[in-house]
Structure formats: C-alpha cells, structure tokens
C-alpha cells in the first residue's frame, strides 16, 4: 500500500484519495476529490527534485495564460517531514487518448490531431529561458551520449548503421535552430478527450526548452496509433503548409531517439527492450531504411475517409 504523503495543506478536506499506477516517472501520482467536489492532480516526489519540479510548475503558471485545456496549477510545496516535495493541479477529466482515438473513425481521428497541432504551436509561443547555449551545440551532445550509450548498451538493432549514417549526414540542420518553451514528451499518451470533445493536453513533467520542431520526436507513438492523428497533428501545426525542411529534421530527431530508447528501455526489463526494438524496426520501415525523409504513413490532406 502506498503510505500517503502528510502535512499538505487543505489535505484534511479531501474526501477520495486514489493512487495512479501509470507512466515510467519515479512519482507518486493519486487523484484527489475535495469535500466541495472539485478534482485534483496530486504529485510526490523526492526533495532532491525539488528544483526541477519548482520549475515544472512555475512552467505550468506560464501556460495557465494560455487558451487551451491544460491542468492548471494549485499548489507546490514540501510535505512528508521535508522529505518530499508535492504539485498539486486541476484534473483533466475524459478518456486517455490512445484508447479513444482507434475507436473512432479516421475523419475524426484527423481532426484530433489538427486539434493536436494547433494547440502545439500555441504552447511554443511560451518564450525560451535567456542565455540559451545554441540549439546545435546543446542537441549535437546529445546525439554524441545517444550513440555513445546505444553503442555500450550490448543489444543491436538491425539498420542500426543505416539511422547512424541518416543522423550523421543531417546533423548540419541543426545549425540556427530557433528554441521555445517544450512540452518534452507530446504524444497520444499525453493526452485527454474530454465528453464534451475538448483536447486536453497532461504530464507536463518533462518540460524543456529546445527547437521546436524537435517535440515532433515522439509522433512515432501517436502514428502506431493513427496515421490520421498523425498526419492531421503535422498538418494542423503548420496550418497545412509543411516546409520540406520540417520533415528531414523530424526524421533526424525521430533516428535520434530511436537510438537512445532501447538503452533506455533495459532498466525497466525485456518486455520494454523487445517494444523499443520493434518500434525502432517499424520506424526504419516508415523511412525506407532511412533512404527518405518522409514517413510513409503521412497524408498531406484528410484523404483517409
């Protein structure tokens, strides 16, 4: 059982307190609903996060300025004897839309992702921090670790060699890349659809600071659910007027993370290693090896009616 974390203000007035077994963070997650009916986010996590979730919620504060459903936040402070720290949001409440969106018909499917897109580019209107180091110096290192790790990790992918070579023919792109604020982790699984069908967009414990364009590095995930959500969230971004160049630096953040997932993915067992690998497969599939730039389940236009 999950001992619940004490001395949080206002914590003696809620009525229902649920935990939330999901996701791959280290955070105790519950659903709290209050005595006056409101419903709430409740986060734990361990006091030497203290800094970075400070930041995630001063983040939130930005976005609450914003004209889209996001959680909004209540509180932040310290609780369980200084031992961890807690953020306290509105609940989001709807169905997750991974699970919705396959269920629904490919018209709909689309205009979600455009909904999706939209609302993308309205949270990248949030500034960057000042003093930024240049976007190509900062993701160039990360290439560099994420080779590095895929390299030391023991497991390999076939046409491993062939993401390599995509990655380092293209890494001149990376040159004058613009940075704004980032959601950090923008897929289907982040998000909510609501009864009255709103979008709402969660999890914002990833927040960052970077090219915009590269928030596009985990599409990967909402295509194995729908091409049309997909297609319809590139589309919607770019108000259906998509630069050639967009594709070849997704492509170039899509090999980059694909890479560093299936070291990623050891800690958490051979179940995750085996789905990494097979998405890392599906994806050199969507680019011919790589050969192009351009997925293949992408649509320039609603046409999968």
Not at 97 to 114: C, H, I, N, S, T
Request: net charge neutral; charged share 25%; glycine share 6%.
């Amino acid at each position: 059982m999950i001992k619940f974390p004490d001395r949080i203000p206002d914590s003696c007035k809620w009525q229902k307190v649920e935990p939330i077994n999901r996701g791959w963070s280290d955070d105790q997650k519950y659903y709290i609903q209050t005595a006056d009916g409101r419903e709430l986010l409740l986060r734990v996590s361990d006091v030497s996060q203290y800094e970075s979730r400070k930041r995630d919620f001063e983040a939130m504060k930005k976005l609450d300025k914003l004209d889209i459903l996001v959680p909004h936040p209540v509180d932040f402070g310290i609780c369980n004897e200084g031992k961890s720290v807690y953020s306290l949001l509105t609940w989001i409440k709807g169905k997750d839309a991974e699970y919705l969106l396959p269920r629904l018909d490919r018209k709909e499917q689309y205009q979600f992702g455009v909904k999706a897109g939209e609302i993308l580019k309205i949270i990248h209107q949030v500034s960057t921090a000042k003093n930024q180091i240049s976007w190509s110096e900062r993701f160039n290192r990360k290439i560099n670790r994420n080779i590095a790790a895929y390299e030391a990790c023991g497991i390999r992918l076939k046409g491993a060699e062939k993401i390599i070579e995509y990655i380092e023919q293209n890494r001149y792109l990376l040159d004058n890349r613009p940075q704004c604020f980032q959601h950090g982790d923008y897929h289907a699984g982040n998000m909510i659809i609501t009864e009255s069908g709103e979008l709402g967009i969660i999890d914002f414990n990833r927040v960052d600071y970077g090219d915009p364009w590269e928030e596009f590095n985990r599409i990967t995930w909402c295509a194995d659910i729908s091409a049309s959500f997909a297609s319809g969230r590139i589309n919607g971004y770019f108000e259906h007027d998509v630069p050639a160049l967009f594709f070849r630096l997704m492509a170039l953040y899509i090999a980059s993370n694909q890479l560093s997932s299936i070291p990623w993915a050891i800690q958490f067992g051979q179940k995750e290693v085996n789905t990494m690998l097979r998405q890392a497969e599906t994806v050199l599939k969507w680019y011919d090896g790589f050969e192009t730039f351009i997925p293949e389940w992408y649509s320039s236009k609603n046409n999968r009616n």
